[in-house]
């Protein structure tokens, strides 16, 4: 059985950005905003008060761990973690098969994250509660990438715009919250734009997928493309994913995002950043009206509590 399809109403598993069809994310994001336009009167929404959600990540997380322990609790559920493989039973030899097997019995849906990329597929093939891939490896992000299609949304309102120029700059080969955003902006009318060094462009597989969805792309290493942009979205240069050290010094300072570029940009371009970032964004820019990464990660709260409310069957009607 493909555990990423839905069974009845409700998401079985979250585990790539393919699986949403473009009505699924049309009702995704009315459900952000409901939840968002509620959480700005009352601290929780307690759809989830009988539910637990393991988040289980053995790959440094700040932001998406706390983001859906936070968006657990908001909807009146409990959360109990494992972080770090050096401090779980994977450190002492036990499989991920057994400690999955483990989390089944004690949670109703388990978020993960995991170095190995479709490390979240064979979790759902292993367990019977829903699972949700906070990110594996250099594959794929889908609850980042819901998140970033809301902050889009939310700015340039996805279901009437047409023809929005969407940039990706930096990381494209090993960035997984671009892989799975692209999947979901090509439901949309959007023109997608690839800035990086050529060794860092988009994967193969991914401009071939583009191909096959008719989308409208360019693959460019000219950072000055970013001037005809509607939505400018950076990403840092990734050492973790570099094999060799070396390869990530040559590439670290590609690209650096300064007042003096966005004021040559489009004056109402918007500035994304999944974070953490380094220096490819100088903080002369964060004053800027433009420069929205940290509402953007604020995003996630409201995204990842529909996400589980949706996956669990209490969505929010």
Same mark, same amino acid.
């Given at each position: 059985m493909d555990m990423s399809k839905r069974m009845g109403s409700k998401i079985k598993s979250i585990l790539t950005a393919d699986q949403f069809s473009k009505t699924e994310l049309d009702n995704l994001l009315n459900m952000s905003e409901k939840i968002e336009a509620e959480l700005e009167t009352r601290k929780s929404i307690?759809?989830?008060?009988?539910?637990?959600l393991a988040a289980l990540f053995f790959e440094p997380s700040t932001r998406t761990?706390?983001? /859906?322990?936070? *968006?657990?609790?908001?909807?009146g559920g409990k %959360? &109990?973690? +494992? =972080? @770090?493989?050096? /401090?779980?039973?994977?450190?002492? @030899?036990e499989t991920?098969?057994?400690?999955?097997?483990?989390?089944?019995?004690?949670?109703?849906? =388990?978020?993960?994250?995991?170095?190995?990329? @479709? +490390?979240?597929?064979?979790?759902?093939?292993? &367990?019977?509660?829903? %699972?949700?891939?906070?990110?594996?490896g250099a594959g794929e992000h889908p609850t980042q990438g819901i998140l970033d299609l809301?902050?889009?949304?939310?700015?340039?309102n996805l279901s009437a715009s047409k023809n929005i120029n969407i940039g990706f700059i930096g990381d494209i080969k090993y960035g997984r919250t671009i892989h799975s955003l692209v999947k979901l902006l090509w439901h949309y009318n959007v023109n997608f734009t690839f800035i990086s060094p050529p060794e860092l462009a988009l994967p193969t597989e991914y401009e071939a997928l583009l191909q096959e969805k008719n989308a409208s792309?360019?693959?460019?290493?000219?950072?000055?493309? &970013?001037?005809?942009?509607? %939505? *400018?979205? &950076?990403?840092?240069?990734?050492?973790?994913? /570099?094999?060799?050290?070396?390869e990530y010094e040559k590439f670290r300072d590609s690209f650096v995002i300064n007042k003096e570029l966005i004021l040559k940009c489009k004056e109402d371009i918007i500035l994304m950043h999944p974070l953490p970032r380094l220096n490819e964004i100088s903080t002369d820019v964060d004053g800027m009206p433009q420069a929205i990464y940290f509402e953007q990660a604020q995003n996630g709260l409201y995204t990842r509590m529909a996400l589980l409310s949706d996956i669990l069957g209490c969505p929010m009607v």
């Open positions: 307690p759809l989830l008060k009988d539910h637990i761990r706390l983001s /859906f322990e936070s *968006a657990m609790h908001r909807l %959360v &109990i973690t +494992a =972080v @770090g493989m050096q /401090f779980s039973s994977l450190a002492k @030899g991920l098969y057994d400690t999955l097997k483990v989390m089944e019995s004690y949670a109703d849906v =388990v978020a993960i994250r995991h170095p190995v990329v @479709g +490390a979240s597929s064979i979790a759902a093939q292993s &367990i019977s509660v829903p %699972v949700i891939n906070a990110g594996d809301y902050t889009i949304h939310k700015r340039k792309y360019s693959i460019t290493d000219n950072i000055e493309e &970013i001037y005809n942009c509607d %939505v *400018a979205y &950076i990403t840092r240069i990734q050492e973790e994913r /570099f094999p060799d050290r070396s």
